[in-house]
């Protein structure tokens, strides 16, 4: 079992620049989130989804869009990137009324 | 501002024990959660508690919750170099429209010395 995997593992863009992350679980799991880390601010939570099809707003939601066209993957998308982007962005998932995430390796994005 | 708050930083000696504090602010019946992230990976679950709960031990890890202040610890005995990471505390309402979503701390960076 892959668990939850995410592609790419770093990346550097340029700004104005356009990307998509991708984020692939194998669990079958029902909701699916993209988190971003920054230095001292823990996990910010950016977009989730509570089923295939469905998505909603995070915490910080301003610049990204998301979809979710089948159950197992999670797209995060960029589409004009900026500095502020700059982070590392974590998908996780989990079953409906689980106790717990399952996180993937993360994503680095660095935006100059 | 956050709704779990911890401290930034711990340093702890090898073999003596490790005690990361954390308060939060949900009154609500919820899950309390330590997750643990070594360099370069993802989070991944230590343990968790129920807010019915005070205690919680897992061989050399204790969570404590006080409900009445809003405090969780998490205590590691006999503290190893291979505990040096940083440890975020979080938690998860019950409430039907929260959708499983995780209030994380900041994160405090433990590290072990020998």
């Known amino acids: 079992n892959a668990g939850v995997t995410q592609t790419p593992k770093f990346r550097v863009l340029k700004t104005g620049q356009s990307m998509t992350l991708l984020c692939a679980q194998d669990m079958n799991h029902e909701y699916m989130y993209w988190y971003r880390q920054d230095p001292g601010m823990g996990l910010r939570l950016i977009h989730y989804s509570v089923g295939e099809g469905t998505t909603a707003k995070g915490e910080v939601p301003d610049g990204y869009n998301v979809s979710r066209l089948k159950k197992q993957n999670f797209l995060l998308g960029l589409e004009s990137a900026a500095p502020s982007q700059t982070s590392v962005y974590f998908c996780?998932?989990?079953?409906?009324?689980?106790?717990?995430?399952?996180f993937g390796s993360g994503t680095r994005l660095t935006v100059v | 501002g956050e709704d779990v708050e911890q401290s930034l930083f711990l340093s702890v000696r090898e073999g003596d024990s490790s005690v990361i504090n954390c308060t939060y602010t949900d009154s609500s019946s919820t899950y309390l959660y330590w997750y643990k992230q070594e360099p370069g990976a993802g989070l991944q679950l230590l343990t968790y508690?129920?807010?019915?709960?005070d205690m919680k031990q897992d061989q050399r890890l204790t969570v404590l919750l006080n409900k009445k202040d809003k405090h969780l610890s998490l205590r590691i005995a006999d503290t190893q170099t291979g505990d040096s990471a940083i440890y975020f505390c979080a938690e998860r309402s019950l409430i039907p429209d929260s959708w499983g979503k995780f209030q994380f701390g900041a994160g405090t960076q433990v590290v072990v010395t020998p």
């Open positions: 996780a998932s989990s079953p409906q009324g689980s106790y717990g995430y399952t």
């Open positions: 508690i129920f807010s019915n709960m």
